[in-house]
């Protein structure tokens, strides 16, 4: 199924079909951004962390300065309690953060505050 077939089941509200047929749809096209980007919209509206983090680690993977992408998989990773990921994608991002684009200062703040919660979820103060 093409990605507008998929759309047109999602303005359907067809959520259960739209997110087999873009698991599908990424599984044979692994660089498919579009899917990603949809799967990942799935993701937050079924509140599923376990395919955001899969959805936004493709996204991040395909684009690396883009600040949706490393939001949404610092998202998914924090409510999965994956701190250690988490860690590791902001670290990531921060290499592509331009202060310049108002997206980047949203995500570089947001990323600010998750590591605020990590060290105090720790205990421990730069790990």
């Known amino acids: 199924m093409d990605v507008d077939a998929i759309k047109d089941l999602l303005a359907a509200g067809d ?10 749809l ?12 949809l799967l990942s919209g799935v ?9 955001g983090a899969k959805a936004f680690r493709a ?15 610092v998202w998914a990773l924090m ?9 590791v994608e902001i670290e990531r991002f921060s290499r592509f953060v331009d202060l ?5 200062c949203s995500v570089a703040q947001e990323h600010r505050e998750a590591m605020e919660m ?9 790990q």
């Open 15 to 24: 959520i259960a079909s739209a997110r087999a047929c873009l698991l599908e």
């Open 43 to 51: 993701s937050a509206r079924t509140d599923d962390a376990e395919l």
């Open 26 to 37: 990424v599984s044979n096209q692994p660089a498919s951004e579009a899917g990603w980007l």
């Open 79 to 87: 409510r999965l309690q994956n701190y250690a990921g988490a860690k």
């Open 100 to 104: 310049t684009i108002p997206s980047h």
């Open 118 to 126: 990590i060290q105090r979820s720790s205990g421990v103060w730069n």
């Open 59 to 73: 996204l991040a993977g395909l684009r690396p300065s883009d600040a949706l992408a490393s939001s949404g998989l």
